[in-house]
Each structure stands twice: as C-alpha cells, then as structure tokens.
C-alpha cells in the first residue's frame, strides 16, 4: 500500500520509528515532514500529506503530533481528506468500516510506540463496510461543496 506519514517535532521520533516498521514490512511509504525533531509546525505536514492524498499521491496518511488533535483539525481542512483521531485499535477500527479514514491522526505524547504500532496495524486492514455508511460519505462530500446535507433527504 503507499503511504504517507508526518509529524511536527513532538511526534517526529515516534513517527520514524513508524516510518521504519511499515518500510520494513513491505508498505511503500513516503515521508511528508523531516522526522528530525526540529520545530515543525503541525498544520504544514497536515497539509502537505492531505494534499497527496487528495491527489492520489497516496492512498492513506499517519499523522503524528503531540496529542493528535491539531494534525486532524489541520487535514480534515484538505478537502477530499477524511482524517480521524483515534486512541485505541477499537477508535481506528471504527474510523475504517464506518468513516473510510483515509488519515490516522495519533498522538506521540499520550500514546506508547507498541500502542501506535498496534493501532497503525488494525487501521491498515481494516476495509470499509459500506451500506448505510457509503450514504454518510456522500453527505459530507456534499458538506465540502457547500451544501447543506439535509436537503437532500
């Protein structure tokens, strides 16, 4: 699968280290931020990463912050991004069957490395489910156009 990945400097470390494993099991990924430490702005990699998986560039993102919030504020801005927050397997599980996530936003400060491998792993292989869910996708497609949702229905 190709990926991306970005951090700002809290989530740089942990990021990398992230970056390793999924290189390393196979998954073609690609780094939207420096992964050094150095101060970053959270909002740039958020945009950069979104901007490549609005275009295609690549299928999915991980990002990684101090807490996760301000990386997911920042993608769900990309329009055609669809980043969720999520703290457990159970949080990126759901994110996948009933949103299609299309970016994982995890925090460096609250979570472990094995946590975010864990999490980064079930958010991989879990597909979307569509039916009823496919319908809440369009509804915020409809909502990035500027349309109210409720009129449709």
């Known amino acids: 699968m190709k990926l991306g990945i970005g951090a700002d400097h ?8 992230l970056l390793d494993r ?3 099991t196979g998954h073609d990924v690609r780094a939207f931020s420096t992964l050094t430490g150095d101060t970053c702005d959270y909002p740039i990699p958020a945009f950069t990463l979104g901007t490549a998986i609005a275009a295609g560039t690549v299928e999915r993102g991980v990002l990684i912050c101090g807490t996760g ?9 990309v329009k055609g991004v669809r980043a969720a927050l999520a703290h457990d397997e159970l ?3 759901i994110s996948r069957t009933h ?3 299309n970016v994982l936003c995890l925090s460096a400060d ?7 491998e864990k999490i980064v792993d079930t958010w991989l292989v879990t597909p979307f489910q569509g039916g009823r869910h496919a319908r809440r996708l369009e509804e915020i ?9 409720a009129a449709k229905l």
């Open 141 to 149: 497609l409809l909502i990035e156009q500027g349309k109210d949702p």
């Open 22 to 24: 999924l290189l390393s």
């Open 91 to 93: 949080t990126a599980e």
């Open 10 to 17: 809290r989530g740089a470390h942990s990021a990398k280290a």
């Open 69 to 77: 919030i301000g990386m997911c504020m920042a993608a769900n801005k």
């Open 99 to 101: 949103n299609d996530a």
């Open 110 to 116: 609250l979570l472990g490395q094995r946590l975010i």
